[in-house]
């Protein structure tokens, strides 16, 4: 068993377990080591949920303290990553539920069409990711719990307060939307390069 000091310096080398246990005890640098291992990935995560960089910023700050309130509740049964993760996507959801944001997509949008060429090998993650930030905030939300998160429509339909049926359109459209969008992308691209 490691003694935790009140002025130890946990490392980028502590271990998880011990690390946990510097936050349990409420030290204040433990947390801070916390927080700067996973800050930048959680921050992706809310920026793919929020509609602006300030609403990610205040979504990453309330997904921490909710992260540092039940921290206590960490079983070490998956990876802290993985927990951290799912704390703060359910604090997003829980923001996009309370403003009914997810419900925020044209119901008339076209389904996807299954011939459309594969245009998603041509793009780099950042440029999927800057397209995906900019889908309507239901398309994105969907899309962001089935595709990203790994949620299934049931979970989906019960975390968002809507029927499987809604989430499943809501994803289909967020795929044609995506599709036309990546394909715009690249005639603006090759347009470009032409030039």
Same mark, same amino acid.
């Given at each position: 068993?490691?003694?935790?000091?009140?002025?130890?310096?946990?490392?980028?080398?502590?271990?998880?377990?011990?690390?946990?246990?510097?936050?349990?005890?409420?030290?204040?640098?433990?947390?801070?080591?916390?927080?700067?291992?996973?800050?930048?990935?959680?921050?992706?995560?809310?920026?793919?949920?929020?509609?602006?960089?300030?609403?990610?910023?205040?979504?990453?700050?309330?997904?921490?303290?909710?992260? $540092? =309130?039940?921290?206590?509740?960490?079983?070490?049964? %998956?990876?802290? @990553? !993985?927990?951290? +993760?799912?704390?703060?996507?359910?604090?997003?959801?829980?923001?996009?539920?309370?403003?009914?944001?997810?419900?925020?997509?044209?119901?008339?949008?076209?389904?996807?069409?299954?011939?459309?060429?594969?245009?998603?090998?041509?793009?780099?993650?950042?440029?999927?990711?800057?397209?995906?930030?900019?889908?309507?905030?239901?398309?994105?939300?969907?899309?962001?719990?089935?595709?990203?998160?790994? $949620? =299934?429509?049931?979970?989906?339909?019960?975390?968002? %307060?809507?029927? @499987? !049926?809604?989430? +499943?359109?809501?994803?289909?459209?967020?795929?044609?939307?995506?599709?036309?969008?990546?394909?715009?992308?690249?005639?603006?691209?090759?347009?470009?390069?032409?030039?």
């Amino acid at each position: 068993m490691s003694f935790l000091s009140n002025t130890a310096n946990p490392s980028a080398l502590t271990d998880e377990k011990t690390l946990i246990q510097g936050c349990l005890k409420g030290y204040e640098s433990y947390r801070y080591e916390l927080y700067k291992r996973f800050s930048g990935k959680m921050f992706a995560v809310c920026k793919r949920y929020a509609g602006s960089r300030e609403d990610a910023q205040d979504y990453l700050q309330e997904g921490f303290v909710k992260v $540092f =309130d039940k921290l206590n509740t960490f079983q070490f049964n %998956g990876s802290l @990553e !993985g927990w951290i +993760r799912r704390v703060v996507v359910h604090t997003c959801l829980n923001h996009l539920r309370s403003r009914k944001l997810y419900l925020d997509v044209p119901e008339n949008a076209p389904i996807a069409d299954a011939n459309a060429p594969d245009a998603l090998n041509e793009m780099s993650e950042k440029e999927l990711m800057n397209l995906i930030n900019k889908m309507p905030a239901g398309y994105r939300t969907v899309f962001n719990m089935y595709a990203i998160d790994g $949620f =299934d429509h049931a979970e989906i339909a019960e975390t968002l %307060g809507v029927n @499987e !049926g809604t989430s +499943r359109s809501q994803l289909a459209k967020g795929r044609n939307w995506l599709k036309k969008a990546i394909e715009k992308n690249l005639i603006h691209d090759s347009h470009a390069y032409q030039a």
